[in-house]
């Protein structure tokens, strides 16, 4: 479905960034990398941990969509990890998103200490580096919608407004979720949805998502869509109702 309408606008600030296009929609992630330089080996503690951290992130995630978990001792095969659902996804969704992108991740990075792995549904993250409460500033990619707005400075305006204005509740909130729409005139809404990893503080959520919003005149200009979507925060806007 997200695949017919759209064409990808990539930059890649992680080079072992991969796209998957096409074939069998749904299950394929939005994006992934591989982000370690290290490799584990396949039977050994770091592989076990992992294992156990998935799993963890599997029971932890869907009751509140957010879940962040840590397996071993530091500097010794310790894994970080964490996973989160988009706040309208509801705990069966979530699950499902959530053990789907940890048997595709370890597949798509085998052996690799570190991976992430976007969906539309959730995202999962793990690393022997201890990224928890830190701003994601390695991991980021761009989706455009390729129609072209009509009256494209009005629009950006008003998309940059939504955005601001659904970022500044999504920082002051519990769930560091908001979504929303502004009418455009006309029947023409403008629809936009913003969401943050818990682990960062209120402060950090608004420094990613004001960044975020920061690139949408270099990502996304006078399209009728886009997405800035990173490892601790992200953002969508459409001109038709996306989420639930
Ligand atoms: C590693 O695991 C595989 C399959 O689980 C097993 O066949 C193999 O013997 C194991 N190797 C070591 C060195 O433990
Ligand atoms: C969860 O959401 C899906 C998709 O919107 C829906 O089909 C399903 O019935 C929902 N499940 C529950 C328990 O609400
Ligand atoms: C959008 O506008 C650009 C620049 O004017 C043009 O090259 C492109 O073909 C347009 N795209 C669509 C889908 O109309
Ligand atoms: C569940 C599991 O395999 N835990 C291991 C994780 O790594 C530490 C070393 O830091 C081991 O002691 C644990 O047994």
Same mark, same amino acid.
């Given at each position: 479905?997200?695949?017919?309408?759209?064409?990808?606008?990539?930059?890649?600030?992680?080079?072992?960034?991969?796209?998957?296009?096409?074939?069998?929609?749904?299950?394929?992630?939005?994006?992934?990398?591989?982000?370690?330089? %290290?490799?584990?080996?396949?039977?050994?503690? +770091?592989?076990?941990?992992?294992?156990?951290?998935?799993?963890?992130?599997?029971?932890?995630? *869907?009751?509140?969509?957010?879940?962040?978990? /840590?397996?071993?001792? +530091?500097? #010794?095969? @310790?894994?970080?990890?964490?996973?989160? &659902?988009?706040?309208?996804?509801?705990?069966?969704? =979530?699950?499902?998103?959530?053990?789907?992108?940890?048997?595709?991740?370890?597949?798509?990075?085998? =052996?690799?200490?570190?991976?992430? $792995?976007?969906?539309?549904?959730?995202?999962?993250?793990?690393?022997? /580096?201890?990224?928890?409460?830190?701003?994601?500033?390695?991991?980021?990619?761009? !989706?455009?919608?390729?129609?072209?707005?009509?009256? *494209?400075?009005?629009?950006?305006?008003?998309? $940059?407004?939504?955005?601001?204005?659904?970022?500044?509740?999504?920082?002051?909130?519990? #769930? /560091? +979720?908001?979504?929303?729409?502004?009418? !455009?005139?006309?029947?023409?809404?403008?629809?936009?949805?913003?969401?943050?990893?818990?682990?960062?503080?209120?402060?950090? &959520? #608004?420094? &990613?998502?004001?960044?975020?919003?920061?690139?949408? *005149?270099?990502?996304?200009?006078?399209? @009728?869509?886009?997405?800035?979507?990173?490892?601790?925060?992200?953002?969508? +806007? %459409?001109?038709?109702?996306?989420?639930?």
């Amino acid at each position: 479905m997200y695949f017919s309408k759209f064409s990808f606008s990539l930059s890649l600030l992680s080079l072992s960034l991969l796209l998957q296009v096409g074939v069998g929609v749904g299950v394929d992630p939005l994006a992934y990398s591989c982000t370690s330089s %290290e490799n584990f080996t396949p039977n050994g503690t +770091y592989a076990s941990n992992l294992s156990k951290l998935l799993g963890n992130l599997y029971f932890k995630t *869907p009751p509140t969509g957010f879940g962040v978990d /840590m397996v071993g001792q +530091y500097s #010794q095969n @310790q894994v970080n990890g964490l996973a989160l &659902c988009r706040g309208d996804v509801n705990a069966t969704e =979530c699950q499902t998103c959530v053990a789907g992108a940890s048997s595709e991740i370890v597949k798509l990075c085998p =052996c690799n200490k570190g991976a992430i $792995i976007w969906y539309d549904n959730c995202l999962l993250k793990y690393s022997d /580096m201890d990224f928890i409460g830190k701003i994601d500033n390695q991991n980021k990619f761009y !989706l455009v919608n390729v129609n072209n707005a009509s009256d *494209p400075t009005t629009f950006n305006q008003r998309t $940059i407004r939504l955005l601001s204005y659904l970022s500044s509740e999504a920082y002051a909130a519990p #769930q /560091m +979720y908001a979504a929303g729409e502004l009418e !455009l005139g006309g029947s023409e809404k403008l629809y936009g949805l913003v969401q943050c990893t818990r682990d960062l503080s209120s402060s950090d &959520c #608004q420094k &990613c998502l004001d960044d975020a919003v920061s690139e949408i *005149p270099s990502c996304c200009e006078g399209k @009728q869509g886009g997405r800035v979507v990173g490892g601790s925060c992200n953002i969508r +806007y %459409e001109i038709y109702p996306f989420f639930g």
